[in-house]
């Protein structure tokens, strides 16, 4: 117990906080998260990790959430994130199921970690609006309810960033992103086929074997859309106008290349 007249801390709902309640500084065991303060603007690393949590939002206020803050939890409501959050941890929210709401918009998130939405099976929308965003590797592995994702401008993905998001149907990548690296969309089978965004080939949702055919109406390879694909023979379309450097490295499988006459 903490007097109500301690003039440095503040207890409620079994969290410790610093006096104004901005600050997290300890979570006593077996707490069941109900409630957060709207003067909170932090969730320090492993602060939550392995509780129930049974919150439908994290408050406005909070800016950041640290390393594993949320890792391995279990939700007993939907809880949706503060658009203007600006820092996530890695793995913040690594193993934690269907705990987080079906949208998922942030505005000021500049770095998604390795691992921080791995598992989050319940994430149905993504919008990552901070020009030259960076996600890291494995960051939304595994996120099997992913149906739509929007990124923005310069903005770079790591390997395997969405590997196994099989529901994924809609993308959207603008043509001035800066890097996509290979096996970056790996088993993304929702799609059907190719991978195809603004009209740029980004990638197969599986290591394609035999002869593929780019589709009609793409105009452009992306950064290792098809590097490492067992390829034998690869025919390009009329549409196509642009070729990246790196979009068919190592392709040791291929024999014959189409090309058309434009």
């Known amino acids: 117990k903490i007097d109500p007249a301690n003039p440095n801390f503040a207890v409620e709902g079994g969290i410790l906080y610093n006096r104004d309640k901005t600050q997290i500084e300890y979570v006593l065991e077996n707490t069941v998260i109900s409630s957060l303060p709207d003067t909170l603007t932090e969730i320090p690393a492993s602060a939550f990790a392995r509780r129930t949590i049974d919150l439908d939002k994290i408050p ?4 950041t959430i640290g390393a594993s803050a949320f890792v391995n939890c279990v939700g007993t409501k939907r809880m949706s994130l503060p658009r203007g959050l600006e820092s996530v941890g890695k793995q913040a929210f690594y193993g934690t199921g269907d705990l987080l709401a079906d949208e998922i918009v942030l505005d000021e998130v500049g770095t ?5 939405f791995r598992g989050c099976t319940g994430i149905k929308s993504l919008a990552l609006n901070k020009k030259g965003v960076s996600i ?3 960051a939304f592995y595994g996120c099997t309810g992913l149906e739509s994702v929007t990124l923005p401008s310069g903005v770079s993905v790591g390997i395997s960033a969405f590997i196994k998001c099989t529901s994924m149907m809609e993308l959207y990548i603008p043509e001035d992103f800066a890097s996509i690296e290979s096996t970056a969309f790996d088993g993304c089978t929702g799609f059907g086929g ?3 965004s603004n ?7 599986a290591r394609h074997i035999g002869e593929f055919n780019v589709p009609e109406g793409v105009t452009r390879l992306a950064a290792h859309a098809l590097a490492d694909c067992p390829i034998t023979k690869l025919v390009l379309s009329t549409t196509l106008t642009n070729i990246d450097r790196t979009s068919v490295i190592e392709m040791s499988s291929l024999r014959e290349l189409q090309v058309p006459g434009n």
């Open 112 to 116: 998604i970690d390795e691992g921080t």
């Open 136 to 138: 890291g590797m494995n």
């Open 60 to 63: 406005d206020s909070v800016r």
């Open 194 to 196: 190719p991978i195809v």
């Open 199 to 205: 009209g740029m080939l980004v990638g197969l949702p």
